[in-house]
Nanobody
Framework: QVQLVESGGGLVQAGGSLRLSCTAS????????MGWFRQAPGKERENIAC????????NYADSGQGRFTISRDNAKNTLYLQMDSLKPNDTAIYYC?????????????????WGQGTQVTVSS
């Protein structure tokens, strides 16, 4: 049974930092590109970042470029998202997703498995 479990969300003041984690099981994590997405209230879910199977290549959406860092530890089957300089408009539910393929994509439809999400709220 495939599971992706996000953690690390919460309430933070603007300018603060959070580190999200996503622990994977039930599939070969080390063979899959992984992505972080988010969905703000009233908006569509959007890609934030993606990392290839071996961690050598990453891709960021404009909204996270320079402030967010995606990383992974294949020995721990865990994906991370370090978020710095948070802004109120970063408030959203954050999801991790597994592509089931080695290379990145920004498209939701290309991801095979999804977590339940973790809430991030940034106060002004």
């Amino acid at each position: 049974q495939v599971q992706l479990v996000e953690s690390g969300g919460g309430l933070v003041q603007a300018g603060g930092s959070l580190r999200l984690s996503c622990t994977a099981s039930g599939f070969t994590f080390a063979d899959s590109a992984m992505g972080w997405f988010r969905q703000a209230p009233g908006k569509e879910r959007e890609n934030i970042a993606c990392i290839t199977w071996n961690g050598r290549f990453t891709n960021y959406a404009d909204s996270g470029q320079g402030r967010f860092t995606i990383s992974r530890d294949n020995a721990k089957n865990t994906l991370y998202l370090q978020m710095d300089s948070l802004k109120p408009n970063d408030t959203a539910i954050y999801y991790c997703a597994a592509r089931g393929f080695r290379y990145c994509s920004v498209h939701q439809a290309d991801y095979k498995y999804w977590g339940q999400g973790t809430q991030v709220t940034v106060s002004s």
